[in-house]
């Protein structure tokens, strides 16, 4: 036998679409009129959390990763915006199962209506009629919220306090706290990319040349020298010298390329929250703050 899924379940559960992808966690839980079974949750979603949105439990099931629901996060991120704040109507609620074409349950808060009127005019069951005429769709912050028209301990306790029968009470004091998560974004993109720029470089190089130089002997043996003539006579000396030659060549010179490494820093960020306060009036002591 499948176990139904519990409120107490879902608080606080991560819930995963039709297709394995994390959606967010559960934020508040709405019970069904007639059932008071889970029917629909809240679910965190966007920067921080502090967006919810509305997702049915209709064929939904639990699992050790979570709450995996058989609709799409696209769908649950451009679900209505609706501001409940701890009742949704049966518009609201209708409205609801139309964006995500899903049947509206037949057991609406207006046939349990019709149903009480029914059974105060049987007589015997009045009173229980006139509970379920008051039955709306109610949800806890964090939890969930009971069904039908509290009475004796059960108004106490919604009202946040419970007395004993000696006649002393006390109350559960209940305050806001911020629960501050991280979720990765792309901040920008970085390429690589190469280009050409030509600049002037100057390279020194040693060069030779040929320069004349005229060399004067003494001829000290006359026969030895041969027979002179008196005349013209030239000679050409051909003069060398290096000039420099430039040549150019491509060589690689470095390798570059992109990583990337995770740094961690501190943010602050700041919210506002409710706390309760509790004030103490009696005869001797009152408007005492605790």
Sequence with gaps: MVRAIQPQDLVDSTVVDNSGSKI?????VYLADDTRRPEWVTVKTGMFGQKESFVPLSGAGMEKDGLHVQVAKDQVSDAPRIDAEGHLSEKESAE???YYGLPTPRATGENARNRGRDAAAGGAAGGAAGGAAGRGREAAMGGTAGRGQPTG?????AEGGRHDASGRGDVVRSEERLRVGTEQVETGHVRLRKYVVTEDEQVTVPVTHEEVRVEREPITDAKAAGRAEIGETEQDVVLHAEKPVVQKETVPVERVRLGTEQVTEEQTVEGKVRKERIDIDDDSRRGKKS
């Design 24 to 28: 967010g966690k559960v934020g508040t």
């Design 96 to 98: 609801l199962y139309k």
């Design 153 to 157: 301990q059960e108004t106490a306790a």
